[in-house]
């Protein structure tokens, strides 16, 4: 069983900052990639952030420039930092990991269960 843990929402003013975190646990092998999307009221989920077991990145188009992704392979981790947040930030976000549980089987998503960022003045 493989768990993905998020946690760093909450609110925030318009010009902030805040970092999210997904740590994941359980069987793993290993993981070829984690990211992050994000899901608006009366909008489809969209990809925010990813990055490779290899170290590429890739971000959506309205946060290039503001969010930063990493991780930490230790501690199968992947972060989000957020700057300059704006009121159309404001979404569910889910973390997730594209993770081999064993090395005879294949990769599987996984999803966290969401974090609620909210920029409001």
């Known amino acids: 069983q493989v768990q993905l843990v998020e946690s760093g929402g909450g609110l925030v003013q318009p010009g902030g900052s805040l970092r999210l975190s997904c740590a994941a646990s359980?069987?793993?092998?290993?993981?070829?990639?984690m990211g992050w999307y994000r899901q608006a009221p009366g909008k489809e989920r969209e990809l925010v952030a990813r990055?490779?077991?290899?170290?590429?990145?890739n971000y959506a188009d309205s946060v290039k420039g503001r969010f930063t992704i990493s991780r930490d392979n230790a501690k199968n981790t992947v972060y989000l930092q957020m700057n300059s947040l704006k009121p159309e930030d404001t979404a569910v976000y889910y973390c997730?990991?594209?993770?081999?549980?064993?090395?005879?089987?294949?990769?599987?998503?996984?999803w966290g269960q969401g974090t609620q960022v909210t920029v409001s003045s």
């Open positions: 997730n990991a594209d993770i081999r549980p064993t090395a005879i089987m294949r990769d599987y998503r996984y």
């Open positions: 359980g069987s793993i092998f290993s993981i070829t990639a």
């Open positions: 990055i490779t077991s290899g170290g590429s990145t």
